[in-house]
């Protein structure tokens, strides 16, 4: 337990200190593919999610999802690459090999769907080489490029604010 609040301690700080250096980038691509990353511990309707960006008009061989858990069990098969703080070693980074090819990919928009700071969560969105990141409000504002105030239940709420904002700003 003392290991585990130690490990989330340390890379809490490598991970806010490698923050403080974002620099914001205007992108004024248009938006064809999107990844997802979400927070399973509390949210368990990423399918209905999914159909939800299908038919706001993005293909669904553009969508990629990596999940994250608080706990994995060895027998568990899923249906999406998932990753848990296991996954993450004590110098902020993450050796498993889904992770380092969602994080690779040049998505034009991820969104982070999660509203409560996780350090391996914030770790692979940051990691993210994606041009335009969209999250909550309550994470860290160096983190994501527009933030959306609403809670993660509500995820109707929330596709419904992006897809006005993308609109306006000509993305989509």
Request: proline content about 2%; overall charge positive.
């Amino acid at each position: 337990m003392f290991l585990k609040y130690l490990k989330n301690f340390s890379t809490k700080k490598i991970v806010k200190n490698s923050l403080s250096n974002v620099k914001p980038v205007a992108s004024n691509t248009i938006i064809k593919t999107v990844g997802i990353v979400f927070d399973e511990s509390y949210f368990n309707e990423r399918e209905a999610f999914v159909q939800d960006l299908i038919a706001n008009g993005i293909q669904q061989n553009d969508i990629k999802i990596l999940v994250f858990r608080d706990k994995i069990k060895k027998s568990e098969v899923f249906d999406y690459p998932t990753f848990s703080l296991k996954d993450m070693n004590w110098v902020a980074s993450i050796d498993k090999a889904e992770v380092k090819v969602f994080t690779a990919q040049p998505f034009d928009l991820l969104i982070n769907y999660y509203d409560i700071e996780k350090m391996p969560l914030l770790l692979v969105s940051h990691q993210s080489k994606a041009s335009f990141k969209v999250g909550f409000s309550s994470i860290d504002k160096r983190l994501n490029h527009f933030m959306i105030d609403t809670s993660a239940e509500n995820y109707k709420v929330f596709l419904d604010e992006l897809f006005k904002y993308l609109k306006i700003l000509n993305k989509i």
